[in-house]
């Protein structure tokens, strides 16, 4: 009897959660669905689901009508550059604060925090008249360095939250074994902060690579990543939702490619600590 | 013989000094655009520019918003990013008259005719005598309808309908059952949404947003009737869910045969009429924006026109692709390419006296009426301080409308009255306008 009702329940989870996950999943599909029908099949009414002509006319005009190519290159180049180069700085910040913390450690953590609260729009100005001057507008060095900025209180938040929950002991009887600073993170601190650092980093790609508001203002041509590619396919006046999700399709794909190979890290990086 | 050399040497020498300057002026321009039919096709046919000049062209194509907040930042900072930028009637008086951009009254190509362009359309471009922007495709808006529906209705549409008649209209066509809807219009929110619709519906009901001292005039009995009189309108016979409606929305409605009337862009004439996306390509009719007998129709007037910033370094280049992308000779390109209904519309008078095109075109007639029914200098009955059919050009106008825009979206999906919209949009608009100093 006990064990019906816990196959019942374990059945009663399972459509659960996988409707909630088809739920969510739906929009990503339907846009995937819609990118092989015409215009015209797109805003069909009632829509056709999987019964029409499915063509891959919409990824050549979109792939004829702008450089992909280069979009995806200035994408990955941005979203890991910023990322790698915000660990860099990161790493030892986080570490400083979370076993060596000071007076004012929390402080500066909150502050850190706090600049996020800032509408991004606010510094607008500043910064493409700072970029101007330098003469970076457009080159994909800028947009490493903003969004690694952008980015870098988020980084050190995880990173530090991570590095907090590996016991000080363990260091300690590292620098007792005669470990200097630079073994200490290298070989007892990296390995057990490992899956914190891996969702940290895939985390800060995500969010890079769907940064649409600095990407799309400090570029033109050359650093253009996949958010102004899409940006260049919606249309005010004219239908063209199966160009346009064809468009997303190809600037949506890397990422979730990589996120479904990286599950396993970054749910075990995201959980890592929440249970005591 | 020596004279012979004489003249092959020189001969020589110039085809080279000729060749050499034609490598050290190809450069490559810069060109920020929206994603607009029209402006796509400019983009295909551009080649048919890079090769006769030797100029290579850089495309940034935009979401009007996002091109508008990238292009905006880019002339105020002095950036220099972009060489030419498509820009709309809204823009053009103000970055002109800030000397943002520049002129075009001089250094266009030769056939580059200005004196062909529609008086309304050019107007709307010019500050002081001076062109800030050449069109490159102008519209209004009018009614499209369905011929068949009206007649299933009973009735007969008007070459120049009155509001009340489009309110019966949509009344008598509305068939909630087979999902007809007798009337789709703007609901979305957003400065270029629903306030365009809105703005130009209260010239005819002789509102306007400002008087003579920038007083908003939220506050008066024309804006009560016109925002009552829409509300009770779209509630009769609208389509459900009409406050998140925009241009598309509507669009996709009409295509698939669930608007009776559909009062939006000209532009649409061309894709409701096209029955490779269009289920009723064959049964539209078309005619004026409605009046309320005051002498002004509600109907806008909007140019997407290419401009050149100042802080742009090749100027002379640009224009001359200005020239070559909004000349009568693009137009016959476009038309050898695609058909005279797809060439861009509504800027030269030469095109509506082109008899090919008023063949291909049904809505040519009433595009051109509506153009030139409209007056930027004078839009509402009553006097105002401002230039702009459904919008005022002023800077302010774009941040204060939107948010006035979502107040009427509110209560067109029942949230609140006309009272409380119309009071929320006069508070917020007195409160802007002080702080801009007004």
């Known amino acids: 009897m006990a064990r019906a009702i816990t196959t019942q329940k374990k059945i009663m989870w399972t459509v659960l959660s996988w409707g909630i996950g088809l739920l969510i999943f739906f929009p990503i599909m339907w846009t995937f669905l819609t990118s092989f029908k015409t215009e015209a099949a797109a805003i069909s009414d009632p829509p056709v689901w999987f019964f029409f002509d499915w063509t891959l006319e919409n990824y050549s005009a979109v792939l004829e009508r702008s450089n992909y190519p280069l979009a995806l290159m200035n994408s990955i180049v941005i979203a890991l550059g910023s990322t790698l180069l915000g660990i860099i700085i990161a790493v030892p910040a986080a570490w400083a604060m979370a076993f060596v913390p000071g007076k004012r450690t929390k402080d500066v953590l909150l502050w850190m925090l706090s600049t996020k609260m800032l509408p991004a729009v606010g510094v607008l100005y500043p910064l493409v008249l700072i970029a101007k001057y330098f003469g970076v507008m457009d080159s994909r060095i800028l947009l490493v360095v903003i969004l690694m900025l952008i980015n870098l209180p988020i980084i050190v938040w995880m990173l530090y939250t991570y590095f907090r929950e590996i016991p000080g002991e363990i260091l300690e009887a590292a620098r007792m074994d005669g470990a200097n600073l630079k073994n200490e993170i290298i070989y007892v601190l990296t390995p057990m902060a490992l899956p914190g650092i891996a969702s940290t980093i895939l985390l800060n790609i995500i969010l890079a690579w769907n940064e649409a508001f600095w990407t799309i203002i400090l570029t033109t041509v050359n650093a253009a990543p996949l958010t102004k590619f899409i940006a260049s396919f919606s249309a005010p006046e004219g239908l063209f939702y199966a160009k346009l999700s064809a468009a997303s399709i190809m600037a949506i794909a890397p990422i979730l490619i990589m996120g479904w190979f990286s599950q396993k890290q970054l749910v075990r990086g995201l959980t890592f600590g929440a249970v005591k | ?438």
């Open chain 2, 1 to 438: 013989m020596n004279m012979k050399r004489n003249l092959l040497g020189s001969t020589l020498g110039f085809g080279l000094a000729a060749g050499l300057a034609s490598i050290a002026m190809a450069d490559e321009i810069t060109i920020a655009t929206v994603n607009n039919g029209d402006m796509v096709r400019m983009q295909s046919l551009s080649p048919k520019w890079e090769e006769a000049t030797g100029n290579t062209i850089n495309w940034v194509v935009l979401e009007e918003n996002v091109l508008r907040q990238n292009v905006t930042t880019d002339i105020s900072t002095g950036g220099g990013q972009y060489d030419v930028m498509t820009i709309g009637t809204y823009e053009a008086p103000i970055w002109g008259g800030n000397d943002w951009l520049v002129s075009l009254n001089e250094g266009m190509a030769d056939d580059w005719n200005i004196d062909d362009l529609l008086p309304a359309i050019r107007g709307g471009l010019t500050v002081d005598g001076t062109l800030y922007a050449a069109p490159f495709y102008g519209e209004s808006s009018m009614v499209m309808y369905r011929k068949d529906l009206m007649e299933k209705a009973g009735m007969e549409m008007p070459d120049a309908p009155t509001w009340d008649f489009i309110r019966k209209a949509a009344k008598a066509m509305t068939d909630r059952d087979a999902e007809i809807n007798g009337i789709c219009a703007r609901g979305k929110a957003g400065w270029g949404e629903n306030m365009a619709f809105l703005t130009a519906m209260s010239n005819s009901f002789g509102a306007r947003w400002f008087d003579m001292d920038w007083k908003a005039q939220f506050d008066s009995s024309e804006w009560k009737d016109t925002l009552t009189f829409y509300l009770d309108m779209m509630n009769e016979s609208g389509p459900a869910g009409a406050a998140n409606n925009g241009f598309n929305e509507n669009l996709t409605l009409f295509q698939q045969g669930k608007c009776g009337m559909w009062i939006d862009a000209t532009v649409a004439a061309s894709f409701v009429t096209n029955p490779k996306d269009s289920t009723v390509a064959d049964k539209v009719g078309f005619a004026l924006a409605p009046d309320n007998g005051l002498g002004k129709r509600g109907n806008w007037l909007w140019a997407w026109s290419l401009a050149i910033p100042a802080s742009s370094e090749k100027q002379d280049i640009a224009k001359d692709f200005v020239s070559w992308a909004t000349s009568q000779s693009y137009t016959a390109l476009v038309a050898e390419n695609e058909g005279w209904a797809n060439v861009p519309p509504g800027t030269r008078s030469s095109l509506y006296a082109n008899q090919d095109y008023l063949d291909a075109a049904p809505f040519a007639k009433m595009t051109l009426e509506s153009i030139n029914a409209a007056d930027p200098q004078k839009p509402s009955v009553q006097d105002v301080p401002y230039t702009g059919v459904q919008f005022v050009a002023i800077p302010e106008f774009a941040g204060i409308a939107t948010q006035v825009g979502q107040q009427f979206s509110d209560a067109l999906a029942g949230n609140q009255t006309a009272e409380e919209a119309l009071a929320s949009a006069q508070a917020l608009t007195t409160e802007e306008m002080e702080a801009a100093g007004y």
